[in-house]
């Protein structure tokens, strides 16, 4: 279920997204499964269906979902959708290195810090 906060400063739509990767990632939403029409989340939700539009457009631009023209929108496959995840949290990850370069933090730093993310594993560095 799909709770938006109307406090929240964030678009609707991007809630929207963020609630149904949620469910997505933690398998609520299984693989191949048909999502619900966008008129008929857009009425559970009390939402224009530009905004449900909208999020599963992104949704889909983000590997999340598939579309059969005619039939519906259906949840991707766990492996096409992680690899996307990885890709972009790659990327996210390799711009954030170039800042922490440029602030002056050490290779030893942040060695450091990705150890304390994975205690107990061997250094292979």
Not at 49 to 61: F, G, S, V
Not at 89 to 103: D, N, R
Request: proline share 3%; aromatic share 8%.
């Amino acid at each position: 279920m799909i709770v938006l906060d109307y406090r929240d400063k964030r678009p609707i739509y991007e809630q929207v997204v963020d609630k149904l990767e949620n469910l997505i990632v933690c398998g609520a939403l299984e693989s191949n499964m048909k999502m619900p029409s966008v008129r008929s989340l857009a009425m559970e939700l009390s939402v224009n269906p530009n905004t449900i539009q909208r999020a599963y457009a992104q949704l889909e631009q983000d590997g999340y979902l598939y579309t059969i023209v005619g039939r519906g929108n259906y949840v991707t496959s766990e492996n096409e959708w992680k690899g996307g995840k990885k890709k972009a949290l790659c990327k996210e990850f390799t711009e954030l290195l170039a800042k922490m370069k440029e602030l002056g933090i050490s290779r030893q730093e942040l060695l450091e810090l990705i150890s304390a993310q994975y205690p107990g594993e061997e250094e292979n560095v």
